[in-house]
């Protein structure tokens, strides 16, 4: 076995090279130098006549191949200098391990030693790694010339994807074996190492935010003490490139400008298993919006009503995407009051004294520049018409770079390509431009298995079937099967983003669920069928309008005695809803004008009795709010949450058609704890109620302890109350709590973010309550993906 890399094997060339340089200069002073001593004119510089050529060595290279590629014809007089460029056309051409070229007489005589040819590539030592992946970055293939110089960088390609898993101290050496007819095996010999993990991510110059905040932002994470399951804490270098990007988007959304990373470091640690991070960053001051003006460079155009279509207000945190946002409002307003070729130019002023940024927005008319055409290329199951549909722009429109970017995103966002390259480049004129959108298809099926815990269903697993992109129509089909200890549900889900072309989201869901609580008296049986349609009505609200289909039954459990109430609705069998219902949603988290602050509102409103048996109207509404405070390490959190019930059918409403609280919505008792109650029969049956509401109060925060335990603690407190049993079958029964009371329940909560999923203990204690409620002072919960 020889290794590629030795320079025994692979310096022939060079020296052969030499070789032929010393007999020139011998030549030429044997020769020349007694002319010069003899004769007195200038010296003539050595040159052969060649009218003969005679190649040796040759096996696969055709001899006129050879002649021709030294670029010497028969009959040419060539010098030493034509000679040795002839040597280095033959050496460069690859093919060749050794060269030599003899003049002799008026017969250039060329001696050569083939490469050998690739008879197999093996790879001996990847564990970590199959031979597929290994084999698809390499360049060197079966039946090709084998060169020393591909072999080494095949090497680094391979050692460049251990790199990326972050096993940095990986080695791939390659080497061959030769075999006979001039041919050799491949063999690339891997060390995989270890991964290197980090050890300490930490930064310098940060005043604003603790590193404890920062980490958070970053994709690379610090060792914790799961660093078995965890991958986030590997070492990888490209990661660093892609957290200074994350980092400066950080900064730059809560107005620090002039903000810039500095430099990273990245040592290894004293015993050279890990490294430290360490990145010097400068974040200057943080700058407000200022004055907020527009004025219009295009006539006719009146700038007060873009000035009107304006959100940002002065003192609020200056965003560049805030500025972003307004210059897409203001050119959509533009196209609506057909201005074609508006261009938004915001022109910034600094205010260093008060730390503000004056904002001016000039309207002004861009060229007259039209998309003639988008060609969309590599899209081998994704349908043309699911790319173009990201594209607000047509074949025809005026060209707006802004536009053509942002769709560009939108491709990327769909998550179906591994790579999203869109160009564009000048049309059949210059007034016309083509789109290029270059796109490279990845997987997009999923298999998902999950698990969760808690104290009210027991352990579940729920396993996943998803296909994003189904028959590249950009559709999502998905098959879910959930079970825990008291529930099961089996669920088909579609959703189809763009109905009929435009933008309507259309969601379908349809399944069965059944459950077997400890905490009630009865089982149920629920057959649905659920298709919803949602459209944006604004920039973060939208409506959906849905229609609901439910077959439901309650039965008996296994040697169960029902109160009167409960045995009643089970006497009336299986029972159908249809209904119609439309909600309003506005949620301002992730897209609002505050990046440490949002709103979430939520409103609907169903009605039943379009066929079925039942018929009723039902409402419902939560609201959340959150902020970040302390230089956001402290979170805090408020939400409210209510619903209402009106029974217009004739018959009696049941329990599972009123609302039941568990411990979900209000923290501090078993599900069903709380509300109206059966108590005949020797039974305590917890039978809903037709009116809620609940108010959650809550507050996360940093405990003190090493961030890489993942631990964080919380405070809570719940109020609230379930009342109301109008429409009820009460004939025998014994309710209490009918007219219901205010609950108070107070609690801490310690956070666990595991790699398995978040966990949360909560410890709670209830400050008011009825005698018969059932009060839960600990409560676990855990959901995992794996």
Known sequence: MTDSRGTGTYCGSHRRQSNILWQALTFFFLFATPGLLVLPQPAQAQSFTINGFEVEGNRRIETSTIIARTGIEAGQTVTAGQLNDAFQRLLDSGVFETVELTPRGNTLVIEVEEYPTINQISIEGNNRVKDDVLLEVISSQTRRVFTPQAAEADADLIAEVYSAQGRVSATVIPRIIRRSDNRVDLIFEVAEGT?????????????????RRLRRVLETKQ????????????????????????????????????????????????????????MNITEGQQFSFGQISTVSEIEGVDAAPYQEALKVKP?????????????????????????????????????????????????????RIFVERIDIEGNTTTLDRVIRRQFDTVEGDPFNPREIRQSAERIRALGFFSAADVQTREGSSPSQVIVDVDVEEQPTGSLSLGGSFSASDGFGIAVGLSESNFLGRGQTLGVTLSTAQDAEQYSINFTEPYLLGRKLRFDLGLGLSTTNSSFASFDTKTVFFNP???????????????YGWERSEMTQQNNETNGAVVASEIAQGERTSSSVGISYVYDSR????????????????????????????????????????????????????LGALNWTGDDFSR?????????????????????????????????????????????????????????????????????????????????????????????????????????????SKALKKEEFDNERNFDLTIQAQF
């Open 223 to 278: 060792a914790n003490i799961l660093r078995t399951f965890l991958r986030g804490d590997t070492f990888i270098a490209d990661r660093i490139e892609f957290d200074k990007q994350v980092l400066r988007d950080f900064y730059l959304s809560r107005g620090y400008v002039d903000f810039r990373v500095n430099s990273t470091n990245v040592e290894f640690t004293r015993e050279r298993d890990a490294f430290f991070l360490v």
């Open 532 to 546: 919803q349609i949602s459209y944006a009505i604004g920039e973060l609200s939208a409506l959906r309008l849905r």
């Open 590 to 641: 992730l897209g609002g004008l505050n990046p440490t602050a949002g709103v979430l509102f939520e409103a609907g409103v169903d009605a039943a009795g379009l066929g079925g048996d039942n018929e009723y109207i039902q409402a419902t509404a939560r609201a959340i709010a959150q902020k970040r405070v302390l230089n956001e390490e402290v979170v805090l959190r408020a939400s409210l949450e």
């Open 195 to 211: 991964t290197i993990e980090v050890e300490r991510v930490s930064f310098v110059g940060n005043r604003a935010y603790s590193d």
């Open 315 to 367: 003192g609020v945190i200056y965003s560049p995407s805030l500025v972003e946002n307004s210059i897409a409002r203001m050119e959509r307003l533009g196209l609506k009051n057909g201005v074609d070729f508006l261009r938004v130019e915001p022109r910034v002023t600094r205010n260093p004294r008060d730390l503000t940024l004056d904002v001016q927005f000039v309207l002004t008319r861009g060229p």
């Open 655 to 763: 329990t599972i058609d009123r609302f039941v609280l568990g411990p979900s919505v209000f923290r501090g008792f078993e599900p069903a704890g709380i509300g109206p109650r059966d108590l005949s029969n020797g039974q305590d049956d917890a039978i809903g109620g037709n009116y809620y509401w609940v108010a959650r109060f809550e507050s996360d925060f940093p405990l003190g302890l090493p961030e890489e335990f993942g631990l964080r603690g919380g405070v809570f407190y719940d109020v609230g109350n379930l009342y109301n049993i109008d429409n009820v079958d009460t004939a025998g029964a014994d309710i209490v709590g009918a007219n219901g009371s205010i609950r108070h329940v107070v609690g801490v909560s310690v956070l666990w973010t595991t790699p398995f999923g978040p966990l949360r203990f909560n410890f």
